[in-house]
């Protein structure tokens, strides 16, 4: 397993901006497919996006042209920018990693992805 190590979780206001990251610490990095999962109170486990270890990038419907997810092999880093941010956009943030291949949107299903992060927490509030 590769650990992961994200951070940069805090209060902000609904339409503010965010950046999370995520370390990586162990193994090479740049062969890794790396995505964001996020899990709202109460609710299930939510895809939110992957780069795949060629750079192909897939974001959820809920968050395109608002979120940017890029990688920086250099660092071990996965980010995510989050723009205009909303309260539904409330949720633990979880990166996750995997060197498996996908095919038919596999990317957005938990089970692919093998290392997991501690997760950290984006509130939306006034």
């Known amino acids: 397993q590769l650990p992961l190590v994200e951070s940069g979780g805090r209060l902000v206001q609904p339409g503010g901006s965010l950046t999370l990251s995520c370390a990586a610490s162990k193994r090479p990095y740049g062969s890794d497919s790396m995505a964001w999962f996020r899990q709202a109170p109460g609710k299930e486990l939510e895809f939110v996006a992957v780069v795949t270890w060629i750079g192909n990038i897939y974001y959820a419907d809920s968050v395109k042209d608002r979120f940017t997810i890029s990688r920086d092999n250099a660092k071990n880093t996965l980010y995510l920018y989050m723009n205009a941010l909303k309260a539904e956009d409330t949720a633990v943030y979880y990166c996750?990693?995997?060197?498996?291949?996908?095919?038919?949107?596999?990317?957005?299903?938990?089970?692919?992805?093998?290392?997991w992060g501690q997760g950290t927490q984006v509130t939306v509030s006034y």
């Open positions: 996750a990693s995997t060197t498996r291949a996908f095919s038919n949107g596999s990317y957005q299903r938990k089970g692919e992805y093998g290392s």
